[in-house]
């Protein structure tokens, strides 16, 4: 008896293309790409866009100003996806953090964190782990992955928003207000995608978060600051830590390329600095290491003439570290010969400790972890939920 296989392979049906996380342009060319008359692309590219981000649908049927026909050509082509959340934590202090998917062995995590800035802000990623060494630092033990595209940090806030309910925009009573460029990654090694991700979520049609409430941290990649100033309007931050150049090569090796001078040169640079627009330097404050009420006359001396104001933030340890953090009346006498230079330097109340979501903590740990072993543990969840 002879048996014949058949060998052929089926083409794969293509993959819908996401418009979640698109910037205006990228719609219209979506647009154009599923036959919408040029003229017209634009347009419809409005419409999808106050939808997408006015209203978080994620259905085409619900996109009442758009013609049905359309609609239903718009569904078989694209969808309208987030990104999948791997992991979904909440501190005892309300700080929620997030563990999104990117792909296989690709996560990024961000932080919500409440009662920040004028209600509440998120932590986003602009990379999946990170170039930077920081020796202080969770995240920089962790290698570079890739950079992320802008889509893939403006899906980041979209993830908060649906969990925090913040459908459609409103401008009462919001619970996120602030978006921080604080999480894993350098954003200014991601500068073109954090640019374009800035110009949607600060877009006043959609999610409408001011540019004056997005504030982008650097570790000092001081030939791009001035740049990010120009093409945004953002507030700065610099992630500083140490006061002189030996110090700052331990603590922050990037120091080594761009040290303190040429640093401070290129934040001097940074368009419409003013005491209503200035610097956030954050400064960990870390035990013997560089907590002296000298090296804070230093950091005074420092600062001259530059807008400021300090963040001193508690070392949040995590497994592993050298480091510890220094004594609180240290922390607080600190504090003081800053305040008494006129500088504004509030001590960060450490958030989300518990879950590994504190400033300096963050690193996607369930890379680690098969893929089977998180279904097992889901279904096992599922299972106990339903016998209770």
Partial sequence: MSVELDLSRKPAAPVAANLAGLGREGLRQAMIGAGVEEKKARMRANQLWRWIYHYGVT????????????????????VLERPPINMAQTSVDGTRKWLVGYGPNTEAECVYIPDVGKAGALCVSSQVGCTLTCSFCHTGTQKLVRNLSAAEIVNQVMVARDALEEWPTSNEDRRLTNIVFMGMGEPLYNLDNVVEALETIGDGDGISISKRRITVSTAGVAPKIPELGKRTGAMLAISLHATNDDLRDELVPLNKKYDLKELFDAIRAYPDLSNSKRVTFEYVMLKGINDTLAEARDLVRLLKGVP?????????????????CSDWETIEAFAEVLNRAGYASPIRTPRGRDILAACGQLRSESVKQKASERLAARLAEKEASAEG
């Fill in 59 to 78: 259905d085409f049927a619900k996109m009442t100003d758009v013609a049905k026909e359309l609609r239903g050509s718009l569904s078989e082509k694209f």
């Fill in 308 to 324: 400021s104001k300090i963040n001193l933030i508690p070392f949040n340890p995590w497994p592993g570290t050298k480091y510890e």
